[in-house]
């Protein structure tokens, strides 16, 4: 609250010295006989005045500095004078290095135009007057290398233009006043060598300009505070030679302009370290012995991320990386100048979920040690000189979703081992040297939604024919290989494929008729193969088709005109030689259509139509006997229905009746904007899942039910609700009928946790405090995976209790991605304005406030919500509380502080000091996350870090 006060005071001290400022302006371009002619007069005088007694109090001077200072000249001539040249107000008063005694008069404070004040380096004694706190337009203040005593004056506060404080090597004492958190324009901040106590104030992270904060040479105690790790633009932090105690456990200076080598001896000293990030910075000279400050980070036993990728680290990686903590879980190592290879040993650090070593100059075999990592989610090889074969020990990291091998110069074949791998979502091997055959083992990963890129290879063989399995790919690339065979029809199950590539292989026969049914197919190209027959002409009935490469080939015959074949910019069909007709543009020969003589005895109505008699009824017979058969078998599925596997493949709108006994009320388990939710039951093995049904009435529905599956297809997480399937049909009525199929969360949402509906459940419905600390770790994990993790970043757009699962182990799960936006979509969608005002209103009190002006979807969108939902779930309390929200639309501050801790000595509401402090850690957390300007919200990789260290933290207090 006193920082939404001190904000608004600011505001009004601003508009106030502009309106002065316009006035005396428009005062100084009037003549001499205007009114007011002595405002300017009166000015000049004062500081005169000033100035005058200034050097009174100026004892000795044996470089006669001050000698002139007198009544013969203007001021604005003395010695260290600057003056404006319309106003004549001073402007810069610098005397610094004059070897100056005296002390500093409180008649500075009528200076009231000074910009910058130089004292440095001479022998003033005295306090610092409380007066400077008038000199609203101060920039500088250097008074360094003297003798001030005395307490930082909390005047100063209105000091708000202050750029640069140098008080290094004084007498000052006391500890750093609350009010000067006012100095939010600061830059440098210089307070080293004085007699300063205290702790050091967590609000210096608010100075969003800071590149300089020297602390060192004080009586500073306790911590440094975490809240300093958001300052981005800090390059210099010295904080040595002081009592600073406590545990540092976040280092984090990454994407600045930092150079040189990474103290190693410091860091290793900071043993309860737990994360560290200097990325995307220019540290190391690209040379041997770059990353030897890894030996001493293996002190730090705690240590769980590790972030040195883009910078200029050289040399090898040191073999001690495998002695670093077993509680590392993410290695950022990419886009560096490594070379040498992957050390053994690197299986040794077995909790690793995130390893990237891409875009260096690795070289070697990748040790088949590297299956340890049993737990990895993400491994990023690309872009090396790798050697030999790809370990098939792969095959043991059952947690991967997404593998990157490609550019480098793997040989062999591929392991069919990575088919056992069933999380895997993307696997990208295009750019090496491997031959053999495709393994059907790959084939069988239906988890592989987002990419499987296997170009530029030597690959030999067919393409597997249970390719079709890959129901959720949305990207098959096989180009550039030396594949044979006929395209298998059976790729026409892979039904979310967006873009597929063949290209320069050996393929043979006709385009498979299949394909027809792929009608999301963007992007085909099946050029510099041995494929003939004619055009089919339903690719130009597949409406999403952008780009299409039919070249050098054999095709023949008449080229359609229709669809993708209009676009002479979309399709290229070179090399064919024997094709003709198509749209002008494409300069091929016309069609000619000839009839032969020969052969209008073979195929005269005399002859045709008997047999075409015949062989309708043949074709009608059958027709029936199969119709029958079909009949039976769909009438056998009602009674036998598919499994949970086969549900994964597609379900169908019956199949979805029967399992939730016609959407009856009795298994309703929610109900929505845009639609309802059903509890079913699969009867062949009586699993239970959940049926989400669009109601298509209601506007945007289509479009959500659209979004909500592109957005699944695309992130998968332990900690996003998992879709089994989605059904796009018409019900009984021949109405169009849309439904997602997910697993089913027996525990409900946290919103029925949180404000239990039934009283009589309240007792049983009620979290206790790791329940709430692990349910808001899991959330922060899932919406860090959407943001930084997804190939493009994802935003859930609509974060709240409701949409938040908690499945048998109150393990929870973020759902309904009805919202969400791709981050690049969104900012390239003008309309999304308009967008966001019809969406205000099913997220009232969650919702951003930049979003209300009209601001565009962002990550730091979804950071306000999940503050909101933290806050919530640790206060009981709903944001649309009255209490809650200031007019700007602003959290309250110190009201959800109050809220959270009723008196923070009561011992019947926390027992112990510790647990206290954890909960006021979360509470922390939440007010950053929810902070009004979105520039100043904590990201949420951060508060996975954050939360997680106040988990252990409250686990030891529990062990105690």
């Known amino acids: 609250m006193e920082h939404s006060r001190t904000i608004r005071n600011l505001v009004l001290l601003k508009f106030l010295h502009g309106f002065f400022l316009l006035v005396l302006c428009m005062m100084s371009t009037c003549p001499e006989s205007a009114a007011f002619p002595s405002s300017t007069l009166l000015g000049n005088e004062s500081d005169r005045l000033a100035l005058l007694d200034f050097k009174k109090r100026v004892t000795e001077d044996p470089l006669s500095v001050m000698s002139s200072w007198n009544h013969s000249i203007h001021f604005c001539s003395w010695v260290g004078i600057t003056c404006h040249r319309a106003t004549q107000r001073v402007l810069i008063l610098d005397l610094q290095d004059k070897q100056l005694v ?145 545990i540092l456990q976040l280092i984090d200076f990454s994407k600045n302009d930092f150079t040189g080598t990474v103290p190693g001896e410091s860091l290793g000293s900071l043993r309860s370290l737990i994360w560290l990030n200097f990325a995307v910075n220019r540290l190391g000279n690209g040379k041997l012995g770059d990353l030897s400050f890894l030996n001493f980070l293996t002190n730090c036993t705690g240590l769980q991320y590790l972030g040195l990728s883009y910078n200029r680290f050289g040399g090898e990686i040191p073999r001690s990386i495998a002695n670093l903590s077993t509680q590392l879980k993410i290695i950022y190592l990419g886009g560096n100048l490594l070379h040498g290879s992957l050390p053994n040993g690197i299986g040794n650090l077995i909790n690793l979920i995130d390893l990237d070593m891409s875009n260096n100059y690795l070289a ?12 990895i989610g993400e491994l990023y090889l690309e872009d090396n000189k790798f050697s030999g074969p790809i370990p098939s020990s792969l095959g043991n990291m059952t947690s991967l979703i997404e593998l990157y091998m490609e550019k480098n110069n793997f040989q062999g074949s591929i392991p069919p081992s990575l088919g056992n791998c069933q999380n895997l979502l993307l696997l990208s091997l295009y750019n090496n040297n491997l031959t053999g055959s495709i393994p059907q083992k790959l084939m069988e990963l239906s988890t592989l939604s987002i990419s499987l890129d296997l170009s530029e290879n030597y690959l030999t063989g067919p393409l597997p024919s249970n390719v079709g399995d890959l129901v959720h790919l949305t990207r098959l690339n096989v180009s550039n290989n ?261 697993e089913f969360m027996p525990n409900g949402s946290l919103d029925s946790w949180l404000h239990p509906r039934d009283e009589e459940q309240s007792p049983s419905k009620r979290l206790n405090f790791m329940q709430r600390l692990n349910i808001a770790i899991d959330v922060a994990s899932a919406l860090d995976y959407l943001h930084n993790h997804c190939e493009t970043s994802i935003v859930h757009c609509d974060l709240k209790p409701s949409n938040v699962l908690l499945d048998e182990d109150m393990v929870a799960h973020v759902g309904d991605f009805g919202l969400a936006r791709f981050l690049l979509e969104a900012s390239n969608d003008p309309s999304l304005s308009q967008i966001m005002s019809s969406q205000l209103k099913g997220s009232i009190g969650y919702i951003p406030p930049e979003y209300g002006m009209g601001g565009q979807v962002s990550i730091q969108g979804d950071v306000y919500s999940y503050g909101i939902l933290l806050l919530e779930m640790f206060t009981g309390k709903t944001p649309t509380d009255d209490m809650f929200i200031e007019a700007d639309g602003s959290v309250n501050d110190d009201r959800y502080e109050r809220t959270a801790l009723p008196r923070r000595n009561n011992h019947g509401m926390v027992k112990a000091k510790k647990v206290e402090e954890c909960l006021f850690a979360v509470m922390q957390i939440g007010l950053s996350c929810c902070a009004v300007s979105p520039r100043e919200r904590m990201l949420l990789n951060m508060v996975v870090g954050k939360m997680s260290a106040i988990r252990d933290s409250y686990l030891k207090v529990q062990e105690g």
């Open 482 to 742: 030396k594949l044979s065979g006929e395209i298998p029809n059976t790729i026409s199950s892979c039904t979310s494929l967006g873009g597929l590539y063949l290209d320069d292989n050996k393929f043979e026969g006709t385009i498979p008729q299949s394909l027809k049914d792929l009608k999301g197919l963007e992007e085909l190209g099946i050029s510099s193969n041995n494929l003939s027959g004619q055009i089919p002409d339903f690719l130009g009935k597949l409406g999403a088709l952008k780009y299409l490469n039919l070249s050098y080939n054999d095709f023949e015959g008449e080229l359609p005109k229709e669809g993708i074949f209009s676009n002479v910019s979309g399709v290229s069909v070179l090399g064919n030689h024997r094709l003709c007709g198509g749209i002008p543009q494409l300069h091929l020969p016309a069609c000619h259509k000839n009839k032969h003589h020969s052969s209008r005895g073979l195929f005269s109505p005399k002859v045709v139509i008997p047999i075409s008699c015949a062989l309708a009824f043949i074709i009608a017979l059958s027709c029936f006997f199969s119709a029958r058969s079909m009949l039976k078998k769909s009438r056998e599925g009602l009674v036998t229905s598919r499994s949970y596997k086969d549900w994964k493949l597609g379900v169908s709108y019956s199949q979805l009746v029967e399992s939730t006994n016609g959407f009856a009320v009795d298994n309703l388990i929610g109900s929505g904007s845009f639609g309802s939710v059903y509890k079913g039951v699969i009867p062949s093995d009586g699993t239970v899942v959940a049926v989400k049904v669009l109601n298509l009435q209601q506007q945007g529905a289509s479009k959500s039910f659209n979004d909500e599956c592109k957005a699944l297809r695309s992130a998968k997480h332990r900690n996003l609700v998992k879709i089994i399937t989605a059904c796009s049909s018409i019900d009984n009525h021949g109405r169009d009928f849309k439904s997602l199929v997910f």
């Open 364 to 375: 070697g075999v990748v040790p088949e040690e590297i299956g340890k990592l049993k737990k």
């Open 102 to 246: 005296g002390s500093f008069p409180p008649s500075i404070g009528n200076l009231t135009r000074l910009i910058e004040i130089s004292l440095g380096i001479n022998k003033f004694h005295g306090e610092i007057p409380q007066e400077l706190g008038r000199l609203r337009t101060l920039e500088s203040l250097n008074l360094s290398f003297n003798s001030f005593g005395g307490k930082l004056p909390t005047n100063m506060s209105h000091c708000t233009q202050l750029r640069f404080l140098d008080l290094f090597s004084n007498k000052i004492i006391g500890s750093i006043p609350r009010q000067l958190s006012s100095w939010l324009s600061l830059t440098v901040l210089k307070l080293g060598k004085n007699n300063l106590s205290g702790t050091i104030p967590g609000w210096i992270g608010n100075f969003s300009s800071l590149r300089s904060l020297r602390l060192a040479g004080n009586n500073f105690q306790g911590s440094i505070p975490n809240e300093l790790g958001h300052i981005t633009t800090l390059e210099l932090f010295i904080v040595g030679d002081n009592n600073l105690s406590g």
